[in-house]
C-alpha cells in the first residue's frame, strides 16, 4: 500500500525529532520512520558510564529545555533517552517505530520511501539516520586471526564485562579515552590504550558548550570567506570529562602507539614487543548510514553525499540531518541539530 505525504524523515532519533518540530512548524504534512522500536535513538544503547559533555540546558533540541538531571550536572544517556521520549510526546510527532526504510528511490515528481510496513510517495525526504548503525573497523593486519574477542564501541557496556581480563582499547577520540578510563578506574581490568597518533587533551574548561561555539564560529568564517580557524581540531581531540581527568591523574591513561598486527592472543608492535589481549575494543568512529539512498546514486567521496547546507546538490528533494559538520556545524549534537533542521524545512517549504 502506497502513502502520501509532504515529507518522509527517516530516522526518529534528535535529528529526525528536530527535523520533525520544524515541519509540524510550517504545517508540512509529514511522517518520521524510525528504525528502533522505542523512542530515544542510538542514546538508548550507549554504555553505561556515558555523561553528556555539556549541561542539559546547552544541550536541547529546539522548542523544549532539556531539564536537569538531579545530582547531575552533565546528564547520563538514560537521562537524555527520557528527553527524546518526552519531546516526541509533547509535540505530537508522527514517529513510526518499528519502521525500517530499505530504499528512496526517483519516482517522477515525487520521492518514493520503500518501508519494511508500507511505501510512501512524498514531495521531499530528509534522510536523519546517524552513523550509529555503521561501525568501522580498520583492516589491521591479522585481525582475523586474534582468538578472543573483538567488539566495537557500539557493543561496549560496563567494565563487569571484562573482570580480571587483559582489554585493548583502540582509538584516540573520545570514546576510547572514556572507555579506557572506565574500564582503567574499575580497578579489576587489565587496560592498554592504543592511538594512532599522541592523545589530544582539550583544556579541562572546555566542554560541549564551547566545542559548539567553536564549531559555529568557524562555520561562519568559511561562508564569509574568512580564513579557516581550524574548529575543534585547532583545540585537540579529547574533552576532559570527570572520569578522563581522574584516570589521567591517576596515571592510568597513557596511551601507547598503535601496534603493527594482531596475533592469536595478542598484538605486536614494530619494535617487537606484545601485548596478551583477552579482548580488543575498537573505538574507531563510524561511517554514515546512507544505504537507504543507494538508488538515487549520489555518494561523493568519502561515502559522503555533496550538499549545500543540507540539501544534496544533485537531488533538490533529499536533505540530509545530523551526520557531521558536512550537513551543518555541529549537526550531530543536540544542540546544534536544530539550525540545519529549521533551514531543511524552510527550504522544502519553498519547493514547488
Known amino acids: 500500500m502506497t502513502q502520501h505525504t509532504d515529507v518522509v524523515v527517516v530516522g526518529g532519533g534528535q535529528a529526525g ?73 509533547r509535540y505530537g510527532l508522527l514517529v513510526q517505530h518499528g519502521a525500517r ?40 593486519p591479522g585481525r582475523g586471526l586474534f582468538s578472543g574477542r573483538q567488539l566495537h564501541t557500539v557493543n561496549y557496556r560496563s567494565p563487569a564485562d571484562f573482570a580480571g581480563q587483559h582489554v585493548i582499547v583502540v582509538g584516540g577520540g573520545n570514546s576510547g579515552a572514556q572507555i579506557s578510563a572506565d574500564l582503567a578506574l574499575d580497578g579489576t581490568v587489565h587496560v592498554t590504550w592504543a592511538t594512532q597518533r599522541p592523545p589530544r587533551f582539550l583544556p579541562d574548561d572546555i566542554d560541549g558548550r564551547a566545542l559548539f561555539d567553536v564549531a559555529t564560529a568557524r562555520r561562519r568564517a568559511l561562508d564569509a570567506g574568512r580564513t579557516d580557524t581550524g574548529g575543534l581540531a585547532s583545540l585537540g581531540d579529547i574533552v576532559a570529562v570527570p572520569p578522563i581527568r581522574a584516570a589521567h591523574d591517576a596515571g592510568l591513561l597513557e596511551a601507547k602507539p598503535m601496534f603493527s598486527r594482531l596475533g592469536a592472543d595478542g598484538v605486536r608492535w614494530d619494535d617487537g614487543s606484545r601485548a596478551y589481549a583477552d579482548a ?70 519553498q519547493l514547488n
Open 17 to 89: 525529532l528536530a527535523a520533525g518540530y520544524h515541519l509540524r512548524r510550517r504545517g508540512l504534512d509529514h511522517v518520521i520512520l524510525d528504525a528502533e522500536a522505542s523512542p530515544g535513538g542510538s542514546w538508548q544503547h550507549m554504555w553505561d558510564s556515558l555523561h553528556l559533555f555539556s549541561p542539559a540546558d546547552h544541550s536541547s533540541l529546539p522548542g523544549r529545555l532539556m531539564p536537569a538531571q538531579a545530582g547531575e550536572t552533565y546528564p547520563d544517556a538514560g537521562h537524555v533517552v527520557d528527553y527524546l521520549a518526552d519531546y516526541e510526546k
Open 280 to 349: 580488543i575494543i575498537w573505538c574507531t568512529g563510524f561511517r554514515p548510514a546512507l544505504s537507504h539512498l543507494a538508488p538515487l546514486n549520489l555518494r561523493g567521496p568519502r561515502g559522503h553525499i555533496p550538499t549545500d547546507g543540507t540539501r544534496a546538490l544533485d537531488e533538490a528533494r533529499l536533505h540530509l540531518l545530523g551526520y557531521g559538520d558536512w550537513t551543518g556545524p555541529a549537526s550531530a549534537t543536540l544542540i546544534g541539530v536544530g539550525r540545519p533542521a529549521r533551514d531543511a524545512a524552510r527550504e522544502i517549504a
Open 101 to 140: 526504510v530499505g530504499a528512496v528511490r526517483r519516482d517522477g515528481e515525487k520521492l518514493l520511501v520503500e518501508a519494511d510496513s508500507d511505501t510512501w510517495r512524498a514531495r521531499a525526504v530528509i534522510s536523519a539516520t546517524g552513523t550509529w548503525t555503521r561501525p568501522f573497523l580498520p583492516a589491521v
